[in-house]
């Protein structure tokens, strides 16, 4: 930074010191942010904006480049009050130390912000803003309610774009304060009640486009808690497109205006139309298939009807009988034929075979009579075997006991009575004699 002179003494030019005092004034002072009142605000063709920041005991330089100074979102003038996130340096040429503007907003909005981002990470690790919580908005919303300013630009503008793309979905307005104080108490409330009545397909939150301070009403937490417990589905489209507040990221869709969020709501009307054209001429195309396969059916029925008539089934019946015996007479004629023809054959074959059969009926007829003469034989020793048993039989036969003038007697039972003391007096027996039998009775 500077020759090294002996240690007694060390000079240093000012432009050395004033680098030696920037590079401590950066090393000592990060990025800081500080608040006060604009002067001498000035802007020239290189787009960066030159001011003084001064409080009422004391001022100092600053300086925001470009293209910093092109996303600033108001236009800055003397005797506003801001805050500035910036960097202490020292302007070498002049030797004053200065402030170099990273981000500078009206200090009203910066507190607001603030409680913005805290809420927006309190609820977010909540998990009020997780994309699986949201709910589904219909395909085709019917009852759209509104919750708006009835004066506001934006309900007009929502209106407008909904009646030309959709005439046909029902709107209505839910009249509420969208900012002051009490707003978001109000818009709660009937949020609530607009959710608790079930006539809404969807609720609407809306409003235009203002400051951080103007849409305050829609950062509250009370709002946003309202919001996730609706049981109807709510969009959310607050302010211009670069305005994002707490109620769009809790909102199950967000809009980046008022009258995007009217043209997500519904169907394009013309587009729609040539939809049901389309689904239209598919029905019809599909009703003419559907008559044309009814009247081929139809045709099918008629024929097997006809087909069934009992004079029809009548005459196929007499057509088939008739068709029947014609073939069993054939089928009886070439049976005939066949069975006269192995006759002939057999004939055949049997005059062929004539000398042998005129033997074996020979030798046949010589089996016979020695067969007869061995059955009579045979049967004459049996007829004499069977009379010695006829005498023999007859020999101890009761009744050639009887034909010698004895008698059997019978007690009632039918038991044989061999002894006299096995009667009793009175008692009535049988006594079977040759030629029949006689009831007695006893002494």
């Known amino acids: 930074m500077s020759s090294v002179l002996p240690a007694e003494r060390q000079v240093l030019t000012p432009s050395q010191l004033n680098a030696l005092a920037r590079d401590m004034l950066e090393g000592a002072f990060p990025l800081i942010w500080v608040e006060g009142e604009l002067s001498g605000v000035s802007r020239p063709a290189s787009g960066h904006v030159y001011f003084t920041l001064k ?17 600033l979102k108001f236009r800055p003038a003397d005797g506003m009050h801001v805050l500035l996130r910036a960097r202490l340096t020292v302007y070498e040429a002049r030797g004053d130390y200065q402030l170099i503007v990273e981000h500078m907003e009206e200090a009203g909005e910066g507190a607001l912000l603030r409680a913005f981002e805290a809420l927006k990470a309190r609820l977010q690790a909540e998990g009020l803003f997780a994309a699986e919580r949201k709910r589904p908005l219909p395909r085709f919303v019917r009852r759209l309610g509104i919750l ?53 397909d969807v609720l609407l939150v809306t ?18 808690r309202a919001i996730v417990a609706s049981t109807t589905p709510v969009v959310s489209a607050v302010g211009h497109e670069i305005d994002v507040s707490i109620a769009d990221f809790a909102a199950d869709l967000r809009a980046a205006t008022p009258s995007a969020a009217a ?12 939809l049901l054209t389309r689904r239209r001429q598919q029905l019809a195309l599909a009703l003419r298939r559907v008559r044309e396969h009814a009247a081929f059916r139809v045709d099918q029925l008629q024929q097997r009807l006809t087909l069934q008539h009992p004079a029809l089934r009548l005459q196929h019946g007499a057509e088939r009988l008739l068709a029947l015996r014609l073939r069993l007479q054939r089928e009886a004629v070439r049976q005939l034929e066949r069975r006269v023809e192995r006759t002939r054959r057999a004939g055949v074959r049997l005059s062929h075979r004539q000398p042998q059969l005129h033997a ?84």
Not at 168 to 192: H, K
Not at 209 to 224: H, I, K, R, T, V
């Open 207 to 224: 409003r235009g486009g203002g400051s951080l301070e103007d849409l305050f009403a829609f950062n509250d937490e009370a709002l946003a």
């Open 360 to 443: 074996l009926g020979e030798r046949t007829a010589r089996a016979g009579e020695r067969q007869r003469a061995a059955m009579q034989r045979l049967l004459e020793r049996r007829r004499q075997k069977l009379l010695e048993l006829g005498r023999a039989l007859t020999a101890v036969s009761p009744l050639a006991t009887l034909e010698r003038g004895y008698a059997i007697v019978l007690d009632e039972r039918g038991n044989v009575l061999r002894h006299a003391d096995a009667l009793s007096p009175g008692q009535r027996v049988q006594a079977r004699f040759v030629d029949g039998t006689r009831w007695l009775r006893s002494e």
């Open 55 to 71: 409080d009422a005991r004391a001022q100092v330089r600053c300086a925001l480049f470009k293209p910093k100074s092109q996303w």
């Open 148 to 200: 708006s300013s009835p004066s506001g630009a934006a309900i007009r503008d929502v209106i407008s774009i909904l009646r030309r793309r959709f005439p046909l979905l029902e709107v209505e307005l839910l009249p509420v304060p969208v900012q002051g104080d009490g707003a978001a108490a109000q818009i709660v409330r009937l949020l609530q009640r607009a959710d608790a009545s079930g006539r809404y």
């Open 263 to 274: 043209e997500l709501l519904t169907p394009d009307a013309a587009a729609l139309r040539a």
